[in-house]
């Protein structure tokens, strides 16, 4: 079974700051699958990155970037020069690729308020 | 992409009523669905798994004869809370994936917001 804890509840910044997102889980699986989703206030879910529990090389996308550590089970997202509209909630969710289920399952989120 | 759309967008009944829920992949065969439930400023919770022409797979603490889940086609599945009551008012959405791969990539519906009044 997987379990992610995202610790902070909330995060206000002002724009142009840079902010990382904490994201630790937990999984018996010895293949996995690591995701982060952006939900802004709309509702709809937003798929930002996929991670292969086996690529723990770090990925750039514009401004996002995720850090891998395999060893202390962390996935961190961290977004540059942050902007108004990347207010939203973030959410880190493992899936497990032994059970094959396709279950995602998510963190409680990290609100995000970047500030004019 | 792929998308993957709801219906409706929002619904609001009376108490004791029961409502439907429509989970559709538009340009895909999705063999697998999910529906989660999200209350206001909470994570989504994860009801059931569902498959093409098999039963839902509920998951611990979720009512199955609450909420039924159909999933008759390879892009179609619905949610029917049966007999709704104020409690059962929240944000639920739908996701699917197409093949057995975990993987594979999870689209999520918009979210249907259920009041119950």
């Known amino acids: 079974a997987q379990k992610v804890t995202q610790a902070q509840t909330e995060i206000s910044v002002v724009e142009k700051e840079d902010v990382t997102l904490d994201c630790v889980y937990e999984?018996?699986?010895?293949?996995?699958?690591l995701f982060w989703y952006k939900q802004p206030p709309s509702g709809e879910l937003v798929f930002l990155i996929r991670?292969?529990?086996?690529?723990?090389q770090n990925e750039i996308s514009g401004r996002y970037s995720w850090n891998f550590q395999k060893s202390t089970s962390s996935f961190n997202f961290t977004i540059t020069a942050s902007q108004v509209v990347d207010s939203a909630v973030y959410f880190c969710?493992?899936?497990?690729?032994?059970?094959?289920?396709?279950?995602?399952?998510f963190g409680q989120g990290t609100t995000l308020q970047v500030k004019p | 992409g792929a998308v993957v759309s709801q219906h409706p967008s929002r619904v609001i009944c009376k108490s004791g009523t029961s409502v439907k829920i429509e989970c559709r992949s538009l340009?895909?065969?999705?063999?697998?669905m999910f529906w989660y439930r999200q209350f206001p400023k909470k994570s989504l919770m994860l009801m059931a798994t569902?498959?093409?022409?098999?039963?839902?797979?509920?998951e611990q603490g979720v009512e199955k004869d609450k909420f039924l889940i159909n999933h008759a086609s390879l892009t179609l599945s619905t949610l029917t809370v049966t007999s709704a009551h104020p409690e059962d008012s929240s944000f639920y959405i739908c996701?699917?994936?197409?093949?057995?791969?975990?993987?594979?990539?999870?689209?999520f519906g918009p979210g249907t917001r259920l009041t119950v009044l």
């Open positions: 340009d895909f065969q999705a063999t697998t």
């Open positions: 991670r292969n529990s086996f690529d723990e």
């Open positions: 996701s699917a994936i197409s093949g057995v791969s975990s993987y594979n990539e999870q689209f």
């Open positions: 569902s498959n093409e022409g098999s039963k839902a797979t509920y």
């Open positions: 999984t018996r699986d010895t293949t996995y699958y």
């Open positions: 969710a493992p899936r497990g690729g032994s059970s094959n289920t396709g279950k995602l399952i």
